[in-house]
């Protein structure tokens, strides 16, 4: 079966510093890959997805960047955090398109605090 | 572009009461509908999904939602909550992104659920 883990759980950064999240999946071969992040009583905003290795596309213009440097690594960055990237990012896997009504899997979270 | 509204922020029910969330989406063409369910600090769960044929779908946990295309509504139900069944659940809509090579689900806000004991 397919998992996906995603770490850190959490993590406390001051504002300036770099990030980096990372997602991995298994039992899979060639997923769809995305990085919602989920702020606090608010919905959920797509900030990434990627179709392949080296394959990104961002869905909104900000302070983050993402990378897919092997097939089932997603990796979540920046260079300097912002106080408003404070928030709870959920890694994502789905099958490739053209499997109708395929669903995302979610992984458990990252819940980040920028000081 | 697709949306999708859910009306109640939070909903509180008592244990063994049934519930029932309200989702709302617009979408051009025939939708792809999900409900997910989302515990305290934690990724969320699927509980079910909806691409065509039978309008009542069952999910895990004793959830259900039907579609109703003419009020545009998915709306989730339980027939008995368990205390268990707290916690913030989210409807989303599925469509291709612009690219056409990857799918995006738009979420509503979500619906938070407390059960009284």
């Known amino acids: 079966s397919q998992t996906i883990h995603q770490w850190p759980a959490t993590l406390v950064q001051p504002v300036g510093s770099p990030l980096s999240l990372e997602c991995t999946v298994e039992?899979?071969?060639?997923?769809?890959l995305y990085w919602y992040r989920q702020a606090a009583g608010r919905g959920l905003q797509l900030l990434f997805y990627?179709?392949?290795?080296?394959?990104i596309s961002s869905e909104v213009p900000q302070n983050l960047s993402a990378s897919r440097p092997q097939d089932r690594q997603f990796i979540l960055s920046s260079k300097k955090l912002l106080l408003s990237d404070s928030g709870f990012y959920l890694c994502?896997?789905?099958?490739?398109?053209?499997?109708?009504?395929?669903?995302?899997?979610f992984g458990n979270g990252t819940r980040l605090t920028v000081t | 572009a697709q949306s999708v509204t859910q009306p109640d922020i939070h909903i509180t029910v008592s244990e063994g009461a049934s519930l029932e969330l309200r989702c709302n989406y617009s979408?051009?063409?025939?939708?792809?509908l999900f409900w997910y369910v989302q515990s305290p600090g934690q990724g969320l769960q699927l509980l079910l999904k909806?691409?065509?044929?039978?309008?009542l779908v069952q999910g895990i946990k004793g959830f259900e939602a039907e579609f109703k295309r003419s009020q545009s509504s998915f709306n989730l139900r339980k027939p008995s909550v368990h205390w268990s069944d707290a916690a913030e659940y989210f409807c989303?809509?599925?469509?291709?992104?612009?690219?056409?090579?990857?799918?995006?689900?738009?979420f509503g806000s979500g619906t938070q659920l407390t059960v009284l004991p």
């Open positions: 994502a896997w789905s099958v490739v398109w053209g499997a109708r009504g395929t669903p995302l899997h």
């Open positions: 039992g899979t071969s060639n997923p769809n």
């Open positions: 990627s179709v392949g290795i080296g394959q």
């Open positions: 979408y051009g063409a025939t939708p792809y």
């Open positions: 909806y691409f065509s044929g039978d309008t």
């Open positions: 989303a809509v599925g469509a291709t992104i612009s690219s056409g090579s990857a799918r995006q689900l738009t």
